[in-house]
């Protein structure tokens, strides 16, 4: 006898070159670019070449793609390499069950999404064992069969030819039960079906969130999304994380359906839908249906509600989620760059003051190199108020180790500690002392780290945090990047998103804006060292071994004799080091070694020494880039050359300026509606923006009150780390909520200070209209979620 099963049919994995090319003419078609540049890159790239690299010193390999088109390809690369992965475990899987037609390979080959992939594979997929595999056992897949192609077929009838007790099938209701199931399954499972109803529910469908009954003390926070509806298309990132993290904490239930208006209709769209694409015409659900029709009819409201509303609802929510986490990663590392290339105070004598009432002041002096020179602690607060002692041994630091910068953290008791410093400069005025509030996010984090403990081994852990903050004003980027990314505190939902995909964003950030500075490789840390371009952990240490032995680098070839720092590192790292006062002026440049015999041609042509072109523009001038190019070194590289020449070891961060809090402001019981103050950005989100002001509690610049003109994206007009100066619009002090504009002609709303703003509706009216609601300034709805992110 003949096994009626097919034999499995072998696959053969496609050639790796024919999906080298796929992918590349897919990422030239996404990114605009020409199908040469995306093959070099990924050359480059898996050659171990890294982003700044690349973007830097091989600009005439890549024709020219900038860092930001670099990060995403390299990130579109990896989608794509595992869903050329996927696509072939999936086409062997089906293989290995005999089921690989021709039509199907096709549709597999042709998959353009994960997505896609995994509609085409859900036939096949290994699952539990289902209803309508139970009913396939007992052999009802003909009377499915036939009830669905056979227009004349009766079910009863039909029914009774299947009733078997032995196989489950006890009566014609049991019979027409499991060919339901199996219907409902085989409808569920065609793609096509499937991306017709996605597309619908995509176009159409609303997300719903209402609160749970008996939830609605316990989620006060969440009172806004309590009976709350807005189109899936148009719900922000930060509203669907919020309404997440409602329903995590067991307050607020998720659906997504389409407007009340269409699931009511009879019959359902999506019921429709799934009848009409199985051959069913509007009969079925009419009065004068068949016993047939009805039956079918029935199959398809099944399919709907038991098979398929539940999978879109997860489906959307799942995708909302995955949109709204790649949209808060992308608003942290916006934020963390910023707050990286904050501008630096430079190589000037910082004091870092870390704030405290009862443990008392810590205090840390750092010399223009960043050392340590002396800490103290000091009371001069609650409960022993050592007021002048304090001031003594402030006085006596200051004057001791020449300091020109305090630098104040911004955690308890900031505005007294500041007001302290204030009266020592009022007291003795000779001293010129200039003093600076920042923030001492993740300082606390860094004091009791493994590496703050090799870098102080005999520093107690509360005095690690004054020498950071002193060191971040000092030179932010060299400092912060010695602390986990997520624990600086610039995003919004941080702890809510994907940490791996947020932590290798805010790596590719640090990266990028530690070798867009460039690193002086004989004075930064082995933490800093770790993300210049091509360098490791172990290369790291062994460099700052080799200079503590040695001494200080004298020139970039003296790199390569650093154990393990091999041709491969010097190209990647070379040009990212800087040596200054080496025995070559270009070690300080940003001009990569390889290109020295390029400055050799341009010394040659002038007649001039090295020493004198750097810096001297009237020197270069008149010299046009395309003399001095050759087969390796195009005009691009040239030209950088040149501007490097004119102005050598640019910083590209903005110049340092101190910003001074409003005196008699220290808390939000100072503030009064209609105040002009001047503020620092400690953190921008995509409808707003927060503005330390001094007084304990940041304020909230709505996005329609950033700017007189319309704001598509906050960080067009602010970035963290960035002064300016606010109106007070609102003070809720019961809430601790503080709604401010940079829109200094803004009138305040016609209400007190302290009269308890509404909120919530604003977005539900919005809702209902079709449009996504653009909340006042003062809508504190919008301020309330802000202050329970920054808390």
């Not at 690299?53 to 005439?60: G, H, L, P, T, V």
């Not at 859900?122 to 009377?143: D, H, M, N, S």
């Not at 690690?464 to 919004?492: H, T, Y």
């Amino acid at each position: 006898m003949t096994d009626p099963t097919p034999a499995p049919q072998e696959y053969t994995p496609r050639d790796a070159q024919v999906i080298h090319q796929r992918i590349v003419q897919q990422l030239a078609t996404e990114l605009g670019v020409q199908p040469r540049q995306v093959s070099v890159t990924m050359e480059l790239i898996d050659g171990g070449a890294t982003v700044p690299f690349i973007a830097r010193y091989r600009k005439e390999v890549t024709g020219g793609l900038d860092d930001t088109v670099l990060r995403q390809l390299e990130v579109r690369l990896l989608y794509l390499q595992e869903l050329e992965a996927r696509r072939d475990v999936i086409a062997s899987s089906i293989a290995q069950q005999g089921k690989l037609s021709a039509s199907l390979a096709k549709e597999v080959e042709q998959a353009d999404s994960k997505q896609r992939l995994e509609d085409l594979y859900a036939p096949y997929k290994p699952k539990r064992r289902t209803r309508a595999q139970i009913a396939r056992e007992a052999g009802l897949q003909p009377l499915a069969d036939t009830l669905l192609g056979d227009p004349d077929a009766d079910p009863k009838v039909l029914a009774a030819q299947y009733v078997d007790a032995d196989k489950g099938v006890a009566t014609e209701k049991a019979a027409l039960d499991g060919a339901r199931d199996i219907l409902a399954e085989q409808f569920a499972e065609d793609a096509d079906l499937v991306a017709r109803l996605r597309a619908l529910i995509a176009q159409k469908g609303q997300l719903y969130a209402k609160v749970i009954e008996g939830k609605e003390s316990e989620g006060a926070n969440f009172r806004d999304w309590f009976d709350f509806s807005e189109p899936l298309r148009s719900v922000p990132s930060h509203r669907m994380l919020a309404m997440l993290r409602g329903r995590q904490q067991g307050v607020l239930d998720l659906r997504v359906a389409l407007p009340e208006a269409e699931e009511a209709l009879v019959p359902h769209p999506c019921i429709r839908i799934v009848a009409e694409h199985n051959g069913l015409d509007d009969g079925v659900f009419g009065p004068h249906a068949t016993p047939r029709q009805q039956w079918l009819a029935d199959v398809s409201r099944w399919a709907w509600r038991v098979k398929l509303a539940m999978h879109f609802e997860m489906e959307f929510i799942s995708q909302l989620r995955e949109q709204a986490e790649t949209e808060a990663i992308r608003v942290f590392a916006a934020n963390l760059k910023d707050l990286l290339l904050a501008p630096p105070a430079g190589t000037k004598a910082v004091m870092g003051l870390d704030p405290g009432i009862r443990t008392g002041v810590k205090v840390a002096a750092i010399d223009t190199t960043g050392k340590v020179v002396e800490t103290a602690t000091i009371y001069p607060f609650e409960p022993r108020r050592d007021v002048n002692g304090s001031l003594q041994t402030l006085a006596r630091i200051v004057r001791q180790h020449k300091i020109e910068l305090v630098a104040i953290g911004n955690g308890t008791a900031s505005r007294e500690t500041e007001r302290l410093v204030a009266r020592l400069c009022e007291l003795q005025p000779d001293l010129d002392l200039a003093r600076m509030v920042i923030s001492e996010a993740g300082a606390s984090v860094y004091s009791a780290s493994e590496l703050a403990a090799k870098e102080f081994p005999d520093l107690d852990v509360s005095l690690r945090g004054a020498v950071s903050i002193a060191r971040r004003l000092q030179d932010p980027l060299a400092e912060l990047v010695k602390i986990e990314p997520k624990a600086i505190g610039v995003g919004q939902y941080q702890h809510d998103v994907n940490q791996r995909e947020l932590g290798r964003s805010l790596d590719a950030v640090v990266e990028d804006c530690v070798n867009a500075v460039g690193v002086d490789v004989n004075t930064a840390s082995p933490a800093l060292l770790t993300h210049v371009s091509g360098l490791n952990a172990t290369l790291a240490r062994n460099i700052v071994q080799y200079r503590d032995s040695k001494g200080a680098f004298r020139s970039r070839k003296q790199l390569m004799e650093v154990p393990r720092f091999g041709e491969k590192a010097f190209e990647q790292a070379a040009g990212f080091l800087r040596i200054s006062g080496g025995d070559n002026p270009l070690d300080a440049s940003s001009v990569h070694p390889e290109a020295y015999p390029v400055v050799e041609k341009i010394l040659a042509r002038i007649q001039a020494d090295v020493k004198a072109v750097m810096g001297n523009q009237a020197a270069l001038k008149g010299l046009s880039p395309s003399e001095f190019t050759d087969e390796r070194f195009g005009v691009p590289t040239v030209t950088d050359i040149l501007a490097e020449l004119e102005k050598p070891g640019r910083d590209p961060r903005p110049e340092f300026k101190t910003v001074k809090f409003e005196d008699g402001i220290e808390s939000i019981d100072d503030l009064k509606v209609g105040l002009i103050l001047e503020g620092v950005v400690t953190n921008v989100a995509n409808f707003g923006a927060f503005v330390d002001i001094g007084v304990h509690q940041d304020g909230l610049v709505h996005i329609s009150a950033l700017s007189e003109r319309f704001v598509k994206d906050p960080r067009d007009v602010v970035r963290t780390g960035q002064s300016v100066k606010v109106k007070v619009l609102e003070v809720d002090k019961a809430r601790k909520r503080i709604a401010l504009t940079m829109r200094l002609s803004d009138d305040a709303p016609a209400r007190t200070a302290d009269t308890k703003p509404s909120g919530g509706s604003r977005q539900n009216r919005g809702a209902a209209t079709g449009r996504a609601a653009q909340p006042a300034p003062q809508d504190n709805a919008m301020a309330a979620a802000f202050a329970k992110l920054k808390r």
